[in-house]
């Protein structure tokens, strides 16, 4: 059936009219290490209750690493606000406080705005020709699109649109349809099959289904058919474009005659990424023996226990000048490399961890002690005591680090291999984690610790 003729359009902002996701994904890597002090760390779902296993993965991910996954970054497919609904769910108030500290991470980033293809500004000026009106409804803050707006292409668009709509002029994100309720009033227009949504994501094809007008998948993120088509099951969208000039293919099936007259180009459509190739030591493609012992280290590895483990860190290192051990720091200029010797002087200066350190939750309180102490065995032994001391205030806090640790763990048993622990945690902390991982604990699935 031939689609109706539209009389408005609205299109999404970011991935489908423009390319910031250089500046979404710096926002992103600045507002995700502030979780916990954002007292979100704890509003994540559990990943029993996400909708899907990638869901899943993406919140062991950030719950652990306080990052996004390295291959989200490389295919450059989902908006923050698909991250925010997939690790948030439907907790409104929580990715309201998200939202809030990314436009406030995003104030030291955005500007880096481009078009997201070629021609976009003769295929937006063709459509008016044709007598269709324009919006944007975006979850973009308005201080940032208007900006925006004045920049990309030299400011070219800003007579283009009849409507914007941005997230802080309305009370709910997307997918809530009110934003385009409320473009479609600017314009008084009332929903139906002559509005049309044009947009990149599943939360947009969802917002055009709450707000009664059809939806037009802008395909900027370069997903596969199969993909598509797993995605789409339970959206009916008018079509899937991969450039503007698609849409007036779309377009040509109920007004050819008025398509021919105005249509442009065509111009190039958008590129996608590079694909991403897994390094050589990627279990893809790793070539390894089969072994007669498997050992695996417990924190960050079997367990998560890195929130106990930094606040211990913390709670100990203001004590370094009474423990001695301020003067028995490796001199700066000693250090092993330029990222040791800047936590050392912070270290020397603040007594406390530098927060990118904690940002990052890359190194554990071993890897620091070797960076501060060096080959002073006697120091990193004191420190290992401090450390001890105060963990028992923050310990048993224990997660599996993959959802299904135990299930591999029980698989290993069954094949002819020994399994076991080797681990810095002092056995008295160890043998309480052991126990309490899950509820039931893990200790019949080694055979030495």
Aim: charged share 30%; with cysteine.
């Amino acid at each position: 059936m031939t689609a109706q003729f539209p009389k408005l359009i609205l299109f999404d902002w970011h991935g489908t009219l423009v390319d910031t996701a250089d500046a979404m994904f710096s926002a992103m890597a600045d507002m995700l290490p502030l979780l916990e002090e954002l007292g979100l760390v704890k509003a994540l779902l559990a990943e029993a209750d996400c909708a899907n296993e990638a869901d899943a993965r993406l919140v062991r991910y950030i719950r652990i690493f306080r990052r996004l996954h390295p291959r989200i970054l490389a295919e450059r497919r989902v908006s923050r606000t698909e991250i925010f609904n997939a690790i948030f769910g439907d907790n409104r108030e929580a990715k309201r406080i998200a939202h809030a500290a990314y436009n406030r991470c995003y104030r030291d980033h955005f500007g880096k705005v481009r078009p997201f293809q070629d021609g976009i500004f003769e295929y937006l000026s063709a459509l008016q020709a044709a007598g269709i009106r324009l919006g944007v409804a975006t979850n973009r803050s308005r201080e940032f699109l208007d900006y925006e707006l004045k920049t990309v292409d030299g400011g070219r668009w800003q007579t283009l649109f009849s409507t914007t709509v941005c997230a802080d002029d309305v009370s709910e994100y997307k997918p809530e349809p009110e934003m385009l309720e409320r473009a479609m009033a600017d314009v008084g227009e009332r929903a139906g099959e002559h509005v049309w949504y044009v947009a990149d994501s599943i939360v947009d094809m969802q917002t055009a289904k709450n707000a009664g007008i059809n939806a037009v998948f802008y395909n900027g993120g370069f997903w596969e058919v199969p993909a598509l088509r797993l995605a789409f099951s339970g959206y009916k969208t008018l079509a899937v474009i991969n450039s503007f000039d698609e849409l007036f293919d779309v377009l040509a099936e109920s007004a050819p005659d008025i398509v021919s007259r105005v249509r442009p180009g065509p111009f190039k459509p958008p590129e996608p990424p590079p694909p991403r190739i897994e390094p050589d030591w990627h279990p893809a493609v790793a070539r390894l023996s089969t072994p007669d012992v498997i050992l695996f280290d417990w924190h960050a590895t079997l367990v998560d226990t890195l929130d106990a483990m930094y606040h211990a860190v913390d709670d100990m290192l203001p004590e370094l000048a009474e423990l001695g051990l301020l003067k028995r720091l490796v001199k700066p200029e000693d250090s092993r490399s330029p990222e040791d010797a800047k936590l050392v002087e912070y270290v020397q200066s603040f007594s406390r961890l530098h927060p990118k350190v904690r940002a990052d939750r890359k190194i554990s309180r071993t890897d620091i002690f070797e960076v501060l102490f060096g080959k002073d065995e006697e120091a990193k032994r004191i420190a290992h005591k401090a450390f001890n001391h105060h963990y028992r205030n923050h310990y048993g806090e224990v997660e599996p680090f993959e959802p299904q640790v135990r299930a591999m763990l029980k698989s290993l048993r069954l094949l002819p291999l020994k399994v076991g622990v080797i681990t810095n945690r002092d056995r008295e902390f160890f043998e309480h984690e052991l126990s309490a991982v899950e509820g039931t604990g893990w200790s019949e699935l080694f055979d030495a610790d």
